[in-house]
């Protein structure tokens, strides 16, 4: 399948529907290909702005798509916008369902222990076709007996919840160890878990979910300013392109 890519401060993004993205790694997954998925938000291209090595990280995924509405919105600034979000956490609920109906091996990493033991709890009630072949959360010093652990189980996918950057600069280390889909999620182990809620489909749906964390969290404040930031920054360099 060829793609369009709509290029974002200097980041290919593909231009696809949650649902072409989907069939694309559930075909991937089938012929047991090895690919790196970034769903980004405009944080994570902000801070890839400023570090070259993990800039370099996120152009070597194979997938990155597009999980922040910042990003979409940025995306209006050029020719030919993007279509729609591909968030993280829908794309892990429906891999998950997808490896409970063709019983695929999984591995989890990341996450508090306390997380990641509901994970796995809610994962065997409610996904009892998934072969859970093994979990660590994400606290750990020596990332090589977890990377011998993945050699040896060979899993078909692997969900990294350790946020960003640890969790792509991790992929991109270890991901030749093993044939498979290899993914950050960042805090999707929490709310999967329920020790993080969501925000409500009304605020998912007019796309105001970053409102909704920051009413629940004000913490948070600091990490959405970087958000007019990217915008004015979006803004400029395709100013500069029409030149």
């Given at each position: 399948?060829?793609?369009?890519?709509?290029?974002?401060?200097?980041?290919?993004?593909?231009?696809?529907?949650?649902?072409?993205?989907l069939k694309q790694v559930e075909e991937d997954l089938l012929q047991h290909q090895n690919r790196f998925i970034i769903t980004a938000n405009p944080e994570i291209i902000m801070f890839a702005r400023k570090n070259p090595n993990y800039?370099?990280?996120?152009?070597?995924?194979?997938?990155?798509?597009?999980?922040?509405?910042?990003?979409v919105k940025a995306s209006k600034f050029t020719k030919t916008p993007l279509t729609e979000r591909v968030t993280g956490y829908d794309v892990f609920t429906e891999l998950m369902q997808w490896a409970n109906e063709h019983h695929s091996k999984?591995?989890?990493?990341?996450?508090?222990?306390?997380?990641?033991?509901?994970?796995?709890h809610k994962v065997h009630h409610e996904h009892p076709g998934i072969n859970l072949v093994g979990y660590h959360d994400g606290y750990f010093k020596d990332s090589l007996p977890i990377i011998d652990e993945i050699k040896e189980l060979q899993p078909e996918i692997v969900f990294v919840a350790t946020g960003f950057p640890k969790q792509e600069e991790f992929i991109a280390k270890y991901r030749h160890f093993t044939p498979a889909i290899w993914m950050g999620i960042g805090g999707s182990f929490d709310v999967y878990a329920g020790t993080v809620k969501r925000a409500p489909e009304f605020w998912q749906k007019h796309n105001?979910?970053?409102?909704?964390?920051?009413?629940?969290d004000p913490k948070r404040i600091k990490r959405q300013i970087v958000l007019p930031i990217f915008m004015m920054e979006a803004f400029k360099a395709n100013k500069k392109k029409e030149k």
């Open positions: 399948m060829k793609y369009n890519f709509v290029n974002i401060l200097g980041f290919n993004f593909l231009n696809v529907t949650k649902s072409q993205f800039a370099k990280i996120v152009r070597s995924a194979d997938y990155l798509v597009p999980d922040g509405i910042g990003i999984a591995y989890f990493l990341g996450g508090k222990p306390a997380v990641i033991k509901k994970v796995v105001v979910e970053w409102l909704y964390r920051l009413l629940s």
